[in-house]
T-cell receptor, first 110, second 117 residues
Framework: GDSVTQMEGPVTLSEEAFLTINCTYTATGYPSLFWYVQYPGEGLQLLLKATKADDKGSNKGFEATYRKETTSFHLEKGSVQVSDSAVYFCALSELGDMRFGAGTRLTVKP | ETGVTQSPTHLIKTRGQQVTLRCSSQSGHNTVSWYQQALGQGPQFIFQYYREEENGRGNFPPRFSGLQFPNYSSELNVNALELDDSALYLC????????????????FGNGTRLTVT
């Protein structure tokens, strides 16, 4: 069945460092891809999405490009801030049910 | 617009008991999904309801059941609780266009933390 594999954490970076969190997927059809973020003590929030190949989702300085040829949707940010510390989940949806990766915990130190 | 609200926020039950968790969907959304998030893991899809009918289910046993009401609020019921049912249970509402608009992001509540002892 459809599934998502994302980079294991935790990831610790200094403020203003470059961030990449890898995500690859397996799907029988053409899923939509998402990144969700979970801040401490809060629920999941949509960070960005892409609905078809070569689409780029972006929000709050984060970007991810839907790469069908490599079945990937890696999350990037050029300069992280302390406030970006959270758990990041890659997810796909093909028929309405969202499949999530295990999550990657990011800690950004001042 | 109102968000997705879940109650209670925390709950402690004993093995073998039954539990009901509640969710009020975001205004205008008629699809609701439930997820189980074990500690340190990603959410796992339990099931989805669209206009009061279940229309998708993950790999969970029948003792996990649900309801969606005409006002699109929802319940998750778990019978014969097991220790492994201890988790954060998340409710999410989706696009008003229905369950097959798979590019519709879900709007999540903050969850109910269930502990089974």
């Amino acid at each position: 069945g459809d599934s998502v594999t994302q980079m294991e954490g935790p990831v610790t970076l200094s403020e203003e460092a470059f961030l990449t969190i890898n995500c690859t997927y397996t799907a029988t059809g053409y899923p939509s891809l998402f990144w969700y973020v979970q801040y401490p003590g809060e629920g999941l929030q949509l960070l960005l999405k892409a609905t078809k190949a070569d689409d780029k989702g972006s929000n709050k300085g984060f970007e991810a490009t839907y790469r069908k040829e490599t079945t990937s949707f890696h999350l990037e940010k050029g300069s992280v801030q302390v406030s970006d510390s959270a758990v990041y989940f890659c997810a796909l949806s093909e028929l309405g049910d969202m499949r999530f990766g295990a999550g990657t915990r990011l800690t950004v130190k001042p | 617009e109102t968000g997705v609200t879940q109650s209670p926020t925390h709950l402690i039950k004993t093995r073998g008991q039954q539990v009901t968790l509640r969710c009020s969907s975001q205004s205008g959304h008629n699809t609701v999904s439930w997820y189980q998030q074990a500690l340190g893991q990603g959410p796992q899809f339990i099931f989805q309801y669209y206009r009061e009918e279940e229309n998708g289910r993950g790999n969970f046993p029948p003792r996990f059941s649900g309801l969606q009401f005409p006002n699109y609020s929802s319940e998750l019921n778990v019978n014969a609780l097991e220790l492994d049912d201890s988790a954060l249970y998340l409710c999410a509402s989706g696009s008003p266009d229905g369950p097959y608009k798979d590019n519709s992001p879900l709007h999540f509540g903050n969850g109910t933390r269930l502990t089974v002892t």
